[in-house]
Each structure stands twice: as C-alpha cells, then as structure tokens.
C-alpha cells in the first residue's frame, strides 16, 4: 500500500521588514502575575532574579522578589534551570533540548541549538563560554553536554540510554573547572577533568534523586524521593541520613547549601529543612503554601526564595524559619464563576489546601479578588446571583447557602427533606428571588418558592448524575447529565419529560439561547437543537491543533453563532487544558492563545469582548476582545546569520510533528525523511528557497513506531537529526 505523508509548509515571515507578531488576548488574573508551576529559581544578588517554569514562563525580580515581571521567552516548552553569570548574562533550559540565552538582562532572549532532544533539567555555566547541561529523554538517551562558545555549539560528553529503570539525569553540581557530579534517578557520576570522564561512583540507595549539591570536594548531598544521602569522601561512598522528620512521606526537589554548614531542602508537603551543621541535624518549617515546592535559592544566611506549583513564590529574611508570599498566592480552587455585568462577579470551589468552602468576590472586572468569609467544611460546586445582593452557592453534601448582602455575609439554608441518596449537588438557578432549582446526584431535581427556606422533591433516580440546569423562562427549563440524560419542563418542574439526547456520555453542560435554540456539551460531541429540544443533533467536536482525546467540560454561547468552550485533550502521554471559539455555532472550532494549560472547568462571558475562564489549581484568566489575536506589526529586518536546522517538535510524535530549519542566503533545500536502515520514506523540500526561516509539519500517519532520520542539504551545510514516531 502506499504511504500518504502529508507535508504542511508555514514560511516563518523573519526576512521582510514588518515582522507579524501575535500576542493573545487572554491574561491572568490570578493567580498573579501568573499560575504556571514554577521549576528553577536563581537569585544573582538580593534584588535581582529569575525564576523559570512550565509554558515558557520566565519571571524577573529587580526589587529583591517584591515585584515578578512576565519576560517574553518566545516558546511554550517547559523550562527546567535558569542560571545566570552576572546581571546580564544567563541561560534557560528545558524540555526537548530547548536553549535560551540573553545577554541584556532577559529583555531577549534568544534560541540555542543543542543538537540534542533530551530534557535537559540542569544547566551551569563557569564563565561566559564554558557550559554544561544535563537531561534525559524515556527511548532516547540520558546526556552529559558541554559548550566552550557560549552555547553555540554542544558536544555529548557522556550519553546512556533512558529507560522506564533509568530516568533522565536531574542535576548537576561543580566545585571547581575540574570536579563535578552529576545526579540521576539511581545513580551518581563523577568527573575529575573537566567532564572529559565520567564514571559511575558506588551509589545504591536507591532512585528518584532530583538533585545533587557539593560545597567542597568532599562533601555532598543528594535529594529525592523519601531519601537523603550524604557523602564525606567526594561520593566514593554514600550513606542514607535518617534524622529526617517524616522522610518515608515526601519528595525532595531541591537542595541548596551556601557552605559545609548552612542548607536546605524542599519538601513536596510545603515544608522546608534547615540544617546549621552540616545536615547533623535537621529542622523543618512550613511555608504559605502546603502543595509542591520544586527550586530554593539564598544569597546569605538569612535570605532566600523558594517557588513552586501554581506559581507560588515565597521569601525569607530570617534563614527560613518564616516565609511570605511575594507572588503567586492561591485564592482558592474555582470549581464556578458567575458575572452579573463586565464587573462584578463570584468565584466559588474550595481552599486550596483543604476541601473547605471558598468564595470571592470581584468589583472591578477581577483585577482584585477578596475572599469572603464562608467557614463551612464542603467544597462549593455552582454558584448563582440574581443580582448584586442576592445570591446562592451549593456544593457536596448537599450544602446550600444564601447571601443577601452580596457575599458580606453567607448562611446555610436546611433542605428540610430527606435526600439520602444524594451525596452532593451540582448546580443551581434561580428565576426570580423565590423561584429556584438545584440539580445533584441520584437524578435529584428539588425546588424552591421561598428563596431557598424550605425545598422539595421533584425528581430522583436510581444511580445518574445531574450536571447542569438551564432555564429560558419561568416555566421552561432543562436539566443534563451523564448516561445522555436530558430532562425538559414547561411547567416550572413539576413534570420532568425524557428527551432523545442521541448520546449515552456525560451531558456536563447546557444552555439555550430561547427557547428553542440551545446547545448541550457532552465530552467529544456537542448537541445542538433548534426546536426546544424535542430533536438533538450531534456534531463531533473537531479542533484543527489538537490529537489523540477531546473532552470539551462548558461551552459559553452568546449569540446563535458566537461561542466558546473549554477543552481537556492530549494523550496516554499528556493532557492539558485549552480554550476554543467557533463563529458557527459550534459546527467548527479554533484553539485561542492562552498562557497556561491548566486544566478549566468553567468559561463566562458577558458580552462578545469580556469573559472570563476558571479552573484547576486556582486558574482565573480574562479576556476583553473575545480571546482573539491580535497582530501587532514591528519594523525589523532579521535575516539569520547561519544555517541551521533545529530539533523536530514534539518528540516523540504521533502522528504530527514539525521540523524548523534556517537558510542565512537564498540555497536549493532538500530535506528528506530516512527509516532506521537509511531507506528515504519521504521528500519535505526540494527547491529554491529563499533566506529565512522555514517550518514542515510532517504527518507519518501511515508509518510505524519507530526511530526514524531526516536529513537537510542546502549549499554546503548537511545536517541530520533523529525522531521517534510513536503509534
């Protein structure tokens, strides 16, 4: 049979004069500046630093911490290390060989070549030419590279393969231009001429280790999963510290001595370990924050910073015995968000850290949140206003509250009827100031015409979920849940008529613009109907970008053709969050740009300019131009200076990846596709070209697993790299 290879080309428009430069319109707003997990923190005096983490993020400190600025990295791969040889000079690295340097402070920064795939976890640079960066990809190899220009060029120093038994290596950590260890999942490497050799020290402890740190030739410790170990004779030999309060429950992520005496450790639980002797003895302290922390930093005794998950960073100024926030404090986990206008508006979920109730409140737009105070023990599922004042929230163990002062003061309101089945509720809707309803577990409709003081049954099942409720009028509602469930009344709920939803998935929304037209998500396929529901049609979901799973959670639908919706989708390998628009009605869809892939459960909008996304890990972001891209047009002539073709991405790919090269003068390009046995499977690029950078989307849909080469000639440059195409 043969082979369809589809081949997709995007020239990269760097060689005219007005470049395109595209920024989305979507922004945080909390947490602030930003919520993306944050991995490498580098202080490089007690004002100024940088910290680095998943999409790109790259943040900058010039007041010792109190103010993170967002700094333009130009990718969306997660980035693992920063580290910087003075105010000017530094690097960044991460996931799939990704390079960055600046030499202006972070105002750019600049793509490097490694020549490499691998993750690289760990980078460190002795002075302005000489380099070294360590990392590992599973079916790859793990690595060793070293630059003597600054970063231009790599060399492989060392490589072995990374396996499922034998994870990427983490850290790296150098006493002097001679002597350096490098940790990996179970074993430690040690150099003693400049990383020439590396060989393999007698380390069995065990796996997991994340990080390495040497203050002198013999002294060192490495960090990691329920394990500290410590070495007196350059890692010869290693034993297992054990004065570790509760060290069989946590996870080590990073580990940072400023002398023999003075260091401390990360904890996954929040905590941090200090030691004043040498790691003698341990003393822990528990930070703001009770979910992961991944990097620590001090510049002195007393000073220091530690970053984490959803963003967080902290400060001490007194060794570590207390930690404030300086950015990225969690408001709370938002499982809904409700606006009455374009300024006001309610998120409600959980604490962070526990399943008790949150809400918080917004009157400008959600530039500032301020929570309010709820006390009550159950995380909140929906919450719903009328207007400014009057309002309600529900959540698990059928909890409901009111508030009729806006949020200032809330009280729980009793069911007063027997519920037994029903664990939790799911939403609730009001009509008017009496009239309302609430949807939850066991098919559970109950109604109130009170406001909420007393409540009745109008429906339960056996075992179903209701997810959603919708009402276009007083008397004419619809209720979805999972098993394609979708219920319909027209006289105010007191009978509940079964439509033919033509799905058996999990309805988790529905709405209707009147009262015919209206539209219900159920994961990978949207219903729409355009006769109140008496026939649902079913489009499946496609979104030009995206691969293996689509399970779209909310859709937003402000006029019969402008929506959005909110999407989990990836792989075995990798899921995450995006948010897409369609201007169709839902027949077609487009991703939006977004600064996290955070997981979102919720999106809201207004108007067709303002709405607002929540989610996962305390995610709120806001658009006020529907989300779109807005193309800035910048005078610049960038024409590269070298050849270059750089790593595919992703890799592994199925079945879609994409191959970047750079032409510095007009060439004749060929640029082809080999098997493991050096048999072409297929031609990108055979032709003229013009100087610029170029991009080739190749599709092997029709190829097997496997190890696969393509191969570039233009001019005299020849260059070849290798991908895995996994099925």
């Not at 006493?175 to 393999?200: F, H, M, P, R, Y």
């Not at 380390?203 to 002294?219: A, Q, R």
């Not at 003081?453 to 849940?481: C, K």
């Not at 037209?517 to 649902?536: H, I, P």
Request: aromatic letters at 14%; hydrophobic letters at 35%; proline letters at 3%.
């Amino acid at each position: 049979m043969k082979r369809i290879i589809r081949v997709t080309y995007i020239v990269l428009l760097d060689i005219i004069f007005f470049s395109i430069f595209c920024f989305g319109q979507w922004f945080w707003q909390n947490p602030l500046p930003q919520g993306n997990t944050l991995l490498s923190v580098f202080m490089v005096n007690p004002d100024l630093g940088y910290t680095v983490g998943t999409m790109g993020t790259i943040l900058k400190t010039t007041d010792g911490g109190k103010n993170w600025l967002l700094q333009k990295s130009n990718t969306k791969m997660a980035l693992l290390s920063v580290y910087f040889l003075n105010e000017n000079i530094g690097w960044v690295s991460g996931q799939w060989g990704t390079l960055l340097k600046t030499i202006n402070g972070g105002l750019n920064w600049t793509e490097q070549n490694c020549g490499n795939i691998a993750s690289l976890e760990s980078i460190y640079f002795f002075n302005k030419d000489t380099g070294w960066a360590v990392g590992g990809l599973i079916s790859y190899d793990n690595v060793i590279l070293k630059t003597t220009d600054g970063g231009k060029n790599w060399v492989t120093k060392y490589s072995e393969p990374c396996t499922l038994e034998n994870l990427p290596f983490r850290a790296i950590s150098w006493v002097d231009s001679a002597k350096g260890w490098v940790a990996g999942d179970n074993k430690v490497l040690k150099t003693i001429d400049g990383g020439e050799q590396w060989t393999q020290q007698n380390y069995n402890l065990g796996g997991g280790l994340m990080d390495i740190c040497f203050t002198d030739s013999s002294n060192g410790w490495a960090a990691g999963s329920c394990l500290l170990a410590r070495t007196t004779d350059g890692g010869e030999n290693w034993y297992a510290q054990t004065n570790i309060p509760n060290l069989l429950t946590r996870v080590f992520d990073s580990i940072h001595f400023l002398n023999f005496n003075f260091g401390w450790i990360t904890c996954s639980d929040g905590y941090i370990l200090k030691t004043t002797n040498g790691g003698n003895s341990w003393v822990q302290y528990l930070t703001n924050f009770e979910l992961g922390l991944h990097s620590i930093f001090f510049t002195d005794a007393n000073t220091g910073w530690v970053v984490g998950e959803m963003g967080t960073i902290q400060n001490t100024t007194n060794s570590g015995n207390n930690w404030l926030y300086k950015a990225g404090k969690p408001l709370g986990i938002a499982s809904s968000i409700f606006f009455i206008n374009k300024n006001t508006g309610w998120v409600a979920g959980y604490q962070y850290n526990s399943s008790e109730s949150f809400i918080s409140k917004t009157t400008d737009g959600g530039n500032h949140w301020i929570e309010q105070p709820t006390n009550f023990l159950y995380c909140l599922t929906s919450i719903f206003f009328l207007n400014e004042n009057l309002g309600w929230s529900v959540g698990i163990n059928k909890i409901i509250i009111k508030t009729t002062d806006g949020g200032n003061t809330w009280n729980e309101k009793p069911i007063g009827i027997s519920l037994s089945k029903c664990g939790a509720f799911h939403d609730v809707l009001f009509t008017d100031e009496n009239n309302g309803y609430i949807v939850g577990e066991r098919e559970t409709i109950i109604k109130t015409t009170d406001g909420g003081d007393t409540w009745t049954l109008q429906h339960s099942g056996p075992d179903a979920r209701f997810a959603s409720i919708y009402f276009s009028n007083s008397n004419t509602g619809w209720v979805s849940g999972n098993n394609g469930i979708i219920l319909k009344t027209t006289d105010a709920g007191i009978t509940w008529i079964p439509q033919n939803s033509n799905t058996t998935g999990y309805v988790s929304k529905i709405s209707f613009f009147n009262a015919d037209l209206g539209w219900a998500v159920a994961g990978s396929v949207l219903l729409k109907t355009t006769n109140g529901g008496n026939d649902w049609n079913q489009t499946s979901i496609n979104i030009p970008g995206t691969h293996g799973v689509i399970n779209m959670l909310k859709a937003s639908f402000l006029t019969p053709d402008l929506g959005w919706g909110v999407v989990i989708t990836g792989d075995v390998y990798y899921m995450y969050g995006i948010i897409v628009n369609t201007t169709d009605g839902g027949a077609t869809w487009n991703i939006q740009e977004c600064p996290t892939d955070d997981w979102f459960n919720n999106i809201l909008f207004v108007d067709e300019n303002t709405g607002w996304a929540s989610g996962a890990m305390g995610t709120i972001l806001k658009t006020n131009n529907g989300g779109s891209v807005t193309d800035v047009k910048v005078k610049v002539k960038n024409i590269p200076t070298d050849y270059s073709l750089y790593q595919n991405y992703p890799n592994p790919f199925n079945p879609t990846t994409v191959i970047r090269y750079r032409l510095p003068a007009n060439s004749f390009v060929m640029l082809k596709v080999y098997d493991i046995l050096g048999r072409k499977v297929s031609t990108l690029v055979n032709e003229e070209k013009t100087a610029g950078t170029y991009e080739v989307e190749f599709n092997g849909i029709n190829l097997s697993s496997g190890v696969y080469f393509y191969k570039i000639q233009a001019g005299d440059f020849i260059s070849t790299k290798k991908f895995i195409l996994l099925r």
